[in-house]
């Protein structure tokens, strides 16, 4: 497998391995060399300065990332779940978004989280075990990560009719993976989002593989042409192309928040990591091929962008990379620093309301802590002089 084999703008592209219908050619603005190109309907009016902090976002969503997983293999995470690769289309539909806009992600948006003001610090402080999600999503409008794979699409669709009913001008993105289209989740809110014209844009990142399945055992057409049956656009973006994945949500989210109704866009990517990191790639992924995707690397191609355009010098790389060490250092011993969460908390917020059974079990949980000798540690607290929080 090479480069040559993937899809490509400007002719339509190898169909899907298993399909009969073949697949609209992907918008794409930015080539792997790094060559702006243009596009008859996705425009991209943008400036040096623009780019230049798409990539510091890519560069910096890329080191937090990094970090997280060598912190989990460290043992100060109990569980990561890698967003490499999948940056640019992160970053570019996150930049797509007003700040009344709201996303609903999975459990992988970590460029979306930045995007939005979410400090890696709360992101890492959940996989650590610490908190139950650590922002607040009213300060944010962004959610909070969701596990159950594609009930964010309901929640999100529900979202985004509240909205059309209040009359606002705000529009809703709702985040998933390959694999969660395959939840009967993912096509009632495909229906009622249609139904009821809702303001949402259902954003997939195709990254070929829902854990260890790959596409053409998923599904037998395109996922963009899905949207076609429940009476909505669909279309293909280049997801390694932080600038196509920009300007197709916008377009995507205008057309949303004037009253045009739903639109799925489908980030054509490559997921170069792990699904997390309790997962070994190597036992099912075929030889040569993420050689063949690193080659689309998305932060590459944005860096090839501004050397070829005269956008950026090596000081501004250098500066862009120290500041993401910078990031890694400070992520390093905050985590490490991290203390225990009070055992009370688990019982916060359980109901927006008190609720009686919830406070009887808090009061037994207490009694059952207070039961054990200053010097004896509670059933998986660490004993004495061991380092570390339990997480």
Not at 61 to 86: C, I, K, M, Y
Not at 169 to 188: H, I, L, P, T
């Amino acid at each position: 497998m090479t480069v040559d084999d993937l899809p490509r703008t400007g002719a339509a592209p190898a169909d899907v391995p298993g399909t009969a219908a073949p697949c609209e050619p992907m918008v794409q603005l930015l080539t792997p060399a790094g060559e702006l190109v243009a596009h008859p309907e996705f425009s991209l009016d943008t400036s040096a300065d623009e780019v230049r902090a798409l990539y510091r976002d890519l560069v910096l969503v890329r080191r937090f990332d990094s970090e997280a997983a060598s912190l989990q293999r460290q043992g100060e995470l109990g569980l990561w779940t890698s967003s490499l690769g999948q940056e640019a289309a992160q970053v570019g539909s996150a930049r797509a978004l007003r700040p009344g806009d709201y996303a609903f992600p999975t459990f992988r948006e970590h460029g979306v989280a930045w995007c939005r003001g979410v400090d890696p610090m709360d992101l890492m402080g959940m996989f650590r075990g610490v908190n139950h999600g650590g922002w607040n999503p009213a300060d944010k409008n962004f959610h909070l990560y969701t596990i159950v794979i594609g009930a964010q699409t309901l929640h999100a669709t529900g979202y985004a009719m509240g909205l059309a009913k209040e009359g606002s001008r705000d529009a809703v993105v709702a985040y998933f993976g390959d694999g969660a289209s395959s939840q009967g989740d993912v096509s009632e809110a495909f229906n009622f989002a249609a139904v009821y014209g809702a303001p949402v844009v259902f954003f997939c990142q195709n990254n070929q593989w829902a854990i260890s399945e790959p596409t053409d055992r998923q599904f037998r057409a395109p996922l963009h042409r899905r949207a076609a049956g429940f009476g909505f656009r669909g279309l293909r973006v280049d997801g390694n192309d932080v600038l196509a994945c920009l300007a197709v949500t916008r377009w995507a989210l205008e057309r949303a928040r004037t009253g045009e109704g739903p639109v799925l866009v489908e980030a054509f990517t490559y997921r170069m990591a792990p699904h997390s990191t309790s997962d070994d790639p190597s036992r099912y992924r075929p030889p040569g091929e993420q050689e063949a995707w690193e080659g689309r690397d998305p932060v590459a191609r944005v860096r090839a962008c501004l050397l070829r355009e005269r956008w950026a010098d090596q000081d501004f790389f250098d500066e862009v990379d120290e500041e993401g060490e910078a990031l890694a250092r400070r992520l390093r011993a905050g985590i490490r620093g991290m203390p225990d969460p009070d055992p009370e908390l688990i019982f916060r917020h359980v109901y927006a309301q008190p609720h009686p059974l919830v406070a009887e079990e808090r009061t037994d949980h207490a009694a059952y802590l207070a039961g054990f000798a200053d010097d004896t540690p509670a059933p998986g607290a660490p004993h004495p002089g061991t380092k570390g929080a339990t997480t």
